[in-house]
């Protein structure tokens, strides 16, 4: 079985009265049906900040579940089996075919709610309060040159 969510959490300070960030978790099956494995997939505001990242896309930067400063998490939406599997290829392919990987502006993005907005376009529309989900990402882009990839 393979599961994707999708989470949110209030940004810190003052902006979280009005602003959250999203991020994507990634589930993987391991033998007999059981959960393995969790990825956290989000862009952050800070490049390179962990041992698996591309520009500002980090994989596994934060615990799962862990807000970012201003309070839990919550779950705004998930798939399972075949409709998490598009998703899921959509995400582990992004180090490739995001095109802003190595650029983040809190407004008007792109930031991690335009990542996140990217990856799940077919499948739900982000809130108001995922400030950066407008912003335009071409359907075509050159490769992701020049980005530093640290495992």
């Not at 839990?72 to 392919?93: G, M, R, T």
Request: proline share 7%.
């Amino acid at each position: 079985m393979s599961r994707v969510e999708l989470r949110a959490a209030k940004i810190p300070s003052i902006p979280g009265i009005i602003a959250d960030h999203y991020w994507l978790l990634v589930f993987h099956s391991g033998k007999g049906n059981k959960l393995q494995k969790c990825d956290r997939w989000e862009i952050w505001q800070e490049a390179h900040c962990n041992n698996s990242c591309w520009g500002h896309l980090h994989k596994n930067l934060l615990a799962p579940y862990q807000g970012v400063g201003n309070g839990p998490s919550q779950l705004i939406q998930k798939w399972i089996d075949e409709e998490a599997i598009s998703i899921i290829e959509k995400i582990e392919s992004s180090p490739d075919t995001y095109p802003f990987i190595n650029e983040y502006r809190y407004w008007p993005g792109p930031n991690s709610n335009t990542f996140a907005q990217w990856v799940v376009q077919d499948k739900t529309t982000l809130c108001s309060r995922a400030i950066g989900r407008n912003f335009p990402v071409p359907d075509k882009h050159p490769a992701n040159t020049n980005r530093k990839q640290i495992f």
